[in-house]
């Protein structure tokens, strides 16, 4: 066989027609892979917008992000300090109790004789706190 | 036509249009795909694959050229994929006429079955030249765009090709 023997061949076998049975199968197929994918991407869109909106919500109310209060705006706000007569600071006892002792509460190693009255004043930075107590 | 321009016919949707191709080009990939891959089921496959990356893609093509170039590399390249030699089963049976022909029908009908069975032998990448500018009547230029290769490797994947097929269907009659 020559080459323009097998060409002529190849431009037949062009002619020939397509099985319709395989047509119909090809475009049946399609129609329904493209109309299930479309229920699916229209789910996976709303899954993202709800996830979206889910962690836009959960940033919102986290504590740790929200924004503290600058300490100024916290003394501008605190509540006033108990008015409380008492001797100049120089001649009361104080105890102020650093940031580590004011975790453990350390019960007083003394019996106490008399009832002790003790007023306690918390300043703008939070880890000192004033103790006045009184005998 | 561009094929864009399909999708702004009036009262047109990207569905309609995508129906359109489809029609249009259903023929002709299930025709390249089984001259390729030997049987009519995988070449289902393989249509079925390609319009559903066209789908995918969308109609955005500059030209109807552009297009069937997209179309045809798609379908060549998940031909060659499928990695395996095409399996001319029982399908080259359909070359044979149902009702009784005349006898030149019949070694008409012989020689397109070896002929066949020669090009399933071939490498993929040589059958898929030889199929789109033999049988499908692509120019060479076409081809090597649609292969993503120059048209001098096309024309010597063809020489390659043919000169092989020759030698094959020597080996048959003989």
């Known amino acids: 066989m020559t080459e323009d023997d097998i060409r002529d061949l190849f431009r037949e076998m062009r002619d020939e027609s397509v099985p319709v049975d395989s047509l119909v199968r090809v475009r049946v197929r399609v129609e329904d892979r493209i109309r299930r994918r479309a229920p699916w991407k229209i789910a996976s869109l709303v899954t993202a917008f709800a996830a979206l909106v889910v962690v836009a919500f959960v940033i919102q109310i986290h504590p740790a992000v929200r924004k503290t209060a600058s300490p100024s705006a916290a003394a501008k706000h605190a509540p006033p300090p ?54 | 036509m561009q094929a864009t321009a399909l999708i702004f016919e009036i009262g047109g949707t990207e569905e309609d249009a995508f129906g359109r191709v489809v029609n249009q080009r259903e023929a002709q990939l299930l025709r390249v795909a089984y001259r390729v891959l030997g049987n009519w089921a995988d070449a289902e496959d393989v249509a079925q694959e390609a319009f559903l990356r066209l789908h995918r893609h969308g109609l955005d093509f500059a030209s109807e050229s552009a297009l069937a170039a997209w179309l045809y590399r798609v379908v060549v390249n998940l031909c060659v994929d499928r990695g395996r030699k095409a399996r001319p089963t029982d399908e080259l049976k359909d070359l044979r006429a149902e009702k009784p022909s005349a006898e030149t029908e019949l070694l008409r009908d012989e020689q397109k079955r070896q002929l066949m069975m020669a090009l399933t032998a071939l490498p993929p990448k040589e059958r898929a030249a030889i199929v789109l500018r033999e049988i499908e009547g692509l120019a060479t230029a076409e081809v090597a765009a649609i292969l993503r290769t120059s048209e001098v490797t096309v024309r010597t994947q063809i020489s390659r090709a043919m000169g092989k097929l020759r030698e094959m269907l020597r080996e048959e009659k003989s």
């Open chain 1, 82 to 135: 108990p008015e409380v007569e008492t001797a100049p600071l120089e001649n009361l006892p104080l105890s102020v109790r650093p940031a580590i002792e004011r975790k453990t509460h350390k019960p007083p190693t003394a019996p106490l004789t008399q009832p002790v009255s003790t007023i306690r004043i918390e300043t703008p930075d939070p880890d000192v706190v004033i103790l006045l107590v009184s005998q």
